[in-house]
């Protein structure tokens, strides 16, 4: 067995234990993640039926450009821009929530968004005008479900062709309610 071999069991029986031995700790991460990563995430990711591709450009201030091709050949591009809230919603459900901006063409999209929220992943809920991404079922699917446990706080922010996710992590004391 080798050296990354026995470290990665040596986390899992950790993660499996609730981090026994390292109660009190807690961490906060930052994670500037670029575009070209943001859209292999995206591209693992289901999407709904009848897209071909997703696309994301980063903007500043939350924003992001949504660009989603449909699988039929004939129909066109459509790019949608949209808002990220900048907290992450821990309870009653751990999401992030997308807002969609009405500008020009993106109203159209919106629209058709609206009309398409059946075939969405089911982590995905679509209302009118927002979109809610929750977290435990789109972490489960990279076996990351362990995460929400102890997560305590969570912030999005972007910047020209980056994502900024800030994330506290806490594992609580044995006489410390987890939150």
């Known amino acids: 067995m080798t050296h990354p071999q026995r470290l990665r069991e040596t986390f899992e029986r950790m993660r499996d234990s609730g981090f026994a ?15 070209p990563l943001g859209n292999t995430l995206i591209a693992e990711s289901p999407r709904p039926s009848g897209v071909g591709a997703i696309t994301v450009a980063f903007a500043p201030g939350r924003r992001l450009h949504v660009r989603a091709k449909p699988s039929l050949p004939f129909l066109p591009t459509v790019t949608v821009a949209v808002e990220i809230d900048p907290a992450v919603v821990l309870t009653p459900t751990p999401s992030i929530t997308i807002r969609m901006l009405r500008e ?66 806490r594992v609580p004391r044995p006489d410390t309610p987890a939150s």
Do not use: C, K
């Open 104 to 169: 020009g063409l993106s109203s159209l999209a919106a629209t058709a968004l609206s009309a398409a929220r059946s075939r969405l992943p089911a982590y995905v809920v679509a209302t009118d005008d927002e979109i809610h991404i929750e977290l435990a079922p789109l972490l489960a699917q990279w076996d990351l479900g362990w995460v929400l446990a102890h997560l305590q706080a969570a912030t999005v922010d972007t910047e020209p062709g980056r994502l900024i996710l800030t994330i506290e992590l």
């Open 21 to 35: 031995g390292l109660e009190g700790s807690a961490v906060r991460l930052r994670l500037a993640i670029d575009e």
